[in-house]
């Protein structure tokens, strides 16, 4: 926002703020870890959700300056942790925003309150998932559970290319669930930068989620995020180091672009064994999208990414810049206090300093007292016991703030804003490492921030064979489509074998009245004849 001079106020829940940063700062450690990604910094991150309100749901949060007279309030959207649907007010009419709700409740969210909303004067909404039709959540949480499960017993490895904390949450519960009841041992691992801190924010969320789970922690007193399948991972070495076997991994990214998704990808693909499955659309001109849209078995042309330390002459060399770089500082930093000093002893020399006796006044001295005694004139060091003025003090003097407070009547009016403890002073104080709730990022992803090795990125491209990928609510749908098309085949034909019949029946009438016309004709000619 500050490089693009952007300064409009934003406004979100808390689990948004929350989550949201910590998804700003996955992509960030994915993006430059395969790249000299410098299109923003984590202090830019930071600096950008300074900037953010927060609001509860349902809570009317009236604007100032130029939106004075609106009223905005967010509601429950059911897509999302926090996820709003925004309620606009000006002058008693209602605009609604809603983009990507959920109607049906799930395992940890409420569905959508958009229903609740009386003939708002404008809605603004999309069409994304208008042409999908949703199976029931049982069945497709089977059929989700069916493929894994053939997969893993297989022998192969599944990995689900999943966002940082959005969706992948209800995903978590329905593999906990699914394992809980299905009785399996596979073991599954969450793969981020921030899974530890993200299932950390989580926890600490319940009041945001469906009232189930929060009428079950009431009760039992038991976190539904106090995983007892799922694994946190922060880096791959510990996935690497994990036991040989089927296994089931959740990675960001979906898009494949980058991230840990994307290596794994590139290492699992060539297995036939391995199964990689997606949740969700890809993004438009991503890899995910690519092998939605041209499913394999076929080659697949990546580009594979990692940043290695520098050694031998790109070391020296390095050091040799940086070392350089720094005499160049050192000497204008140099030069530049030179010229303060010059300055400011060019303003003592022109002004008096109340501090020295001046020699060049010739007031006779007191009787008395002689000019060449230690009382007599020229400038004389003055020592004040605990206090050595600066050489560039112009007048050296203890400070002294004047103090502008205002008073009334019943004492000095202060400002109650000045003693509340700001949300962003607090998270910079519990700034530590660790997974801790207070804390923002895990150990590894503090790690990679702190590391000044030098190093840089080197590429290659490979080609890959992805075995098969599939996207179950797609395939549904397709099958939906097919029987759909099988019955109004059926239909059409027996529709046709009915208006035969009905024809056959009707030139059965004709027939059948014309010989009865031809028999009473005969028989009127006959009577007519014998008379």
Do not use: C
Request: no cysteine; glycine share 6%.
């Amino acid at each position: 926002m500050k490089q693009l001079g952007l300064n409009a106020p934003v406004f979100s829940t808390e689990p948004v703020y929350r989550l949201g940063l910590l998804t700003m700062y996955d992509q960030f450690l994915s993006r430059k870890q395969v790249s000299e990604f410098d299109l923003f910094t984590l202090d830019d991150i930071d600096s950008a959700f300074q900037s953010v309100t927060r609001l509860t749901y349902s809570q009317n949060h009236h604007l100032s300056g130029k939106g004075e007279g609106i009223v905005i309030a967010p509601h429950v959207a059911g897509h999302l942790l926090g996820g709003t649907v925004w309620k606009i007010t000006k002058d008693g009419e209602d605009v609604i925003y809603a983009v990507d709700f959920n109607h049906r409740k799930e395992r940890h969210l409420n569905g959508t309150v958009l229903g609740s909303f009386v003939r708002p004067a404008v809605l603004i909404t999309d069409a994304y998932n208008a042409l999908n039709n949703q199976p029931y959540r049982r069945q497709k949480d089977k059929e989700f559970g069916d493929i894994l499960k053939k997969t893993l017993r297989a022998g192969g490895n599944v990995l689900l290319p999943v966002d940082t904390a959005g969706r992948v949450l209800e995903l978590i519960l329905m593999l906990e669930s699914y394992w809980t009841d299905e009785n399996l041992n596979y073991p599954i691992y969450f793969l981020t930068y921030v899974a530890s801190s993200t299932i950390d924010y989580v926890k600490s969320f319940l009041e945001w989620m469906s009232d189930s789970i929060a009428k079950s922690f009431e009760q039992t007193r038991e976190n539904i995020f106090l995983l007892k399948y799922v694994t946190l991972l922060v880096n791959k070495t510990d996935l690497d180091n994990a036991p040989d076997g089927p296994k089931v991994v959740l990675a960001s990214m979906a898009s494949l672009e980058a991230g840990f998704s994307h290596d794994i990808f590139v290492e699992w693909g060539n297995d036939v064994k391995n199964l990689v499955l997606f949740t969700e659309r890809g993004q438009f001109a991503t890899l995910a999208r690519m092998l939605q849209a041209d499913p394999p078995p076929k080659a697949v042309k990546v580009t594979v990414s990692k940043r290695v330390p520098l050694v031998g002459e790109e070391l020296i060399a390095y050091e040799e810049e940086q070392n350089r770089i720094k005499k160049e500082e050192a000497l204008k930093a140099s030069l530049l206090k030179e010229e303060e000093l010059k300055a400011s002893h060019g303003a003592d020399n022109n002004t008096s300093d109340p501090m020295v006796v001046d020699s060049g006044n010739n007031h006779p001295p007191p009787e008395g007292m002689s000019g060449a005694g230690p009382r007599g004139g020229g400038y004389r060091d003055i020592f004040i016991d605990g206090f050595v003025p600066p050489s560039t003090s112009v007048a050296p003097m203890f400070p002294y703030y004047e103090n502008t407070s205002e008073w009334d009547d019943f004492g000095e009016v202060i400002n109650p804003d000045d003693y509340v403890i700001k949300d962003e002073d607090m998270d910079q104080t519990a700034m530590h490492v660790g997974g801790d709730i207070n804390g923002k990022l895990d150990e590894n992803a503090a790690s990679l921030i702190l590391d000044t090795k030098p190093s840089k990125v080197i590429s290659d491209e490979r080609t890959t064979s992805s075995s098969y990928n599939l996207q179950p609510e797609k395939k549904q749908t397709e099958k939906r489509g097919r029987d759909a098309n099988q019955q109004d085949s059926a239909e059409a034909k027996s529709g046709s074998r009915s208006k035969d019949a009905e024809r056959t029946t009707t030139r059965n009438d004709e027939d059948a009245g014309h010989t009865a016309t031809r028999n009473v004709d005969a028989a009127e000619q006959k009577s007519q004849t014998r008379n």
